[in-house]
T-cell receptor, first 119, second 116 residues
Framework: DAGVIQSPRHEVTEMGQEVTLRCKPISGHNSLFWYRQTMMRGLELLIYFNNNVPIDDSGMPEDRFSAKMPNASFSTLKIQPSEPRDSAVYFC?????????????????FGPGTRLTVL | GNSVTQMEGPVTLSEEAFLTINCTYTATGYPSLFWYVQYPGEGLQLLLKATKADDKGSNKGFEATYRKETTSFHLEKGSVQVSDSAVYFCALAKGGGGTSYGKLTFGQGTILTVHP
């Protein structure tokens, strides 16, 4: 299994530009999570999907951020327009979320991350 | 709501020293508990987990025991190596009724540096 795939691995852009981060989850997984990691704020959950439907986007910092999951094998996180404070490592993770009373011990598998630098 | 608190870092140890990283949690019901590790330049990966009270998770010489009475899941290793230098995250998954869709609540992470 190739694991969670993210692209690009590194992105350098100028303030005001649109940035699109991509994620391919592990085949068969039904939940997908987008995180942001910085030294100052640590690991933050931005948004997560289940069966391609957004469940909770309360972690999205502002309207400049948007995420989509058009199918079970692909998701994007878009920042438009980008700002220097968006510089961070963005991680995508996927899991197979089971139903039932003992459903909640599902391991999340993380991708390698995209390091975004906004100048 | 659910929350996880880890000991403040960074932690600096000499090789072969004993390691403890404290983790306590607040949650309703019976959460499952995890330790994740992040090596430099990589994503997080599962180190060990425990799904019910008194369970002990273990992997690569690391151990953690799910203590419901103290709501803790402390990470220990008897003899650390330079290669253990990484960031360690404690996390929990909601227990009980309903579904969390696989969401995990993470602690703030603890940086461990091991010197030769």
């Amino acid at each position: 299994d190739a694991g969670v795939i993210q692209s690009p691995r590194h992105e350098v852009t100028e303030m005001g530009q649109e940035v699109t981060l991509r994620c391919k989850p592990i085949s068969g997984h039904n939940s997908l999570f987008w995180y942001r990691q910085t030294m100052m704020r640590g690991l933050e959950l931005l948004i997560y999907f289940n069966n391609n439907v957004p469940i909770d986007d309360s972690g999205m910092p502002e309207d400049r951020f948007s995420a989509k999951m058009p199918n079970a094998s692909f998701s994007t996180l878009k920042i438009q327009p980008s700002e220097p404070r968006d510089s961070a490592v963005y991680f995508c993770a996927s899991s197979f979320a089971r139903e039932g009373p003992r459903s909640d011990y599902n391991e999340q598998f993380f991708g390698p991350g995209t390091r975004l630098t906004v100048l | 709501g659910n929350s996880v608190t880890q000991m403040e870092g960074p932690v600096t140890l000499s090789e072969e020293a004993f390691l403890t990283i404290n983790c306590t949690y607040t949650a309703t019901g019976y959460p499952s508990l995890f330790w994740y590790v992040q090596y430099p330049g990589e994503g997080l990966q599962l180190l060990l987990k425990a799904t019910k009270a008194d369970d002990k998770g273990s992997n690569k010489g690391f151990e953690a025991t799910y203590r419901k009475e103290t709501t803790s899941f402390h990470l220990e290793k008897g003899s650390v190596q330079v290669s253990d230098s990484a960031v360690y995250f404690c996390a929990l998954a909601k227990g009980g009724g309903g579904t969390s869709y696989g969401k995990l609540t993470f602690g703030q992470g603890t940086i461990l540096t091991v010197h030769p």
